[in-house]
């Protein structure tokens, strides 16, 4: 089975702060993704990599950043953490194709920002 | 654009019976379409990926079915269990770039002892 793992379930940071949020996966998937999930929004992509070192931008990435300097790691970076980016943030993972696999998982970091 | 819709919002049925899920999407030429089940404050569990050239994908009691001429993806839940309870939501990939998916907004399953 697939393990996709996020580094907090929870997260309280205050605005301004630098926030890093962890994903890691067990499965040497070349595709990995942060999506954010908010009532009445559904779940939106904010970034997307398809290889170590390789980003796309998503529908929503300003004020975010990523980093992928391993194959099994994608970390999301708030620069400069507002309160607007409070939400339930998702990290999954697709095999080679990614067009055609499924995606997998984390369980998902609430992160407040106060 | 893909767009993806799920009605209705919200079901909520008796223990026992079978029901059907339903998922729209506007562009006819998805490479898959996939189904998942969320529980609150969780994440996305993956239940079925039916690939554009398959009609239908089995798993237990789940039987999804996509007709992509009408735009149409169900997802057929057998003698439903209280532990079925969960969101469900479709996805089909963008147009644009296939490994990017558009979620639809769910549905909220509720199975009543």
């Known amino acids: 089975d697939v393990k996709v793992t996020q580094s907090s379930r929870y997260l309280v940071k205050r605005t301004g702060e630098k926030v890093f949020l962890e994903c890691v996966q067990d499965m040497d998937h070349e595709n990995m993704f942060w999506y954010r999930q908010d009532p009445g929004l559904g779940l939106r992509l904010i970034y997307f990599?398809?290889?170590?070192?390789?980003?796309e931008k998503g529908d929503i990435p300003e004020g975010y950043s990523v980093s992928r300097e391993k194959k099994e790691r994608f970390s999301l970076i708030l620069e400069s953490a507002s309160t607007n980016q409070t939400s339930m943030y998702l990290c999954?993972?697709?095999?080679?194709?990614?067009?055609?696999?499924?995606?997998?998982f984390g369980d998902g970091t609430r992160l407040s920002i106060l | 654009k893909q767009e993806v819709t799920q009605i209705p919002a919200a079901l909520s049925v008796p223990e026992g019976e079978n029901l059907v899920l339903n998922c729209s999407f506007t562009d006819s030429a998805i490479y898959n379409l996939q189904w998942f089940r969320q529980d609150p404050g969780k994440g996305l569990t993956s239940l079925l990926l039916i690939q554009s050239s398959q009609r239908e994908q089995t798993s237990g009691r789940l039987n999804a079915s996509l007709d992509k001429s009408s735009g149409r993806s169900t997802l057929y839940i057998a003698a439903s269990q209280p532990g079925d309870s969960a969101t469900y939501l479709c996805?089909?990939?963008?147009?644009?770039?296939?490994?990017?998916?558009?979620f639809g907004s769910g549905t909220r399953l509720s199975i009543r002892p």
């Open positions: 996805a089909a990939p963008r147009y644009s770039s296939a490994s990017k998916i558009i």
């Open positions: 999954a993972t697709a095999g080679e194709g990614a067009g055609n696999q499924p995606q997998h």
């Open positions: 990599s398809y290889d170590v070192k390789m980003k």
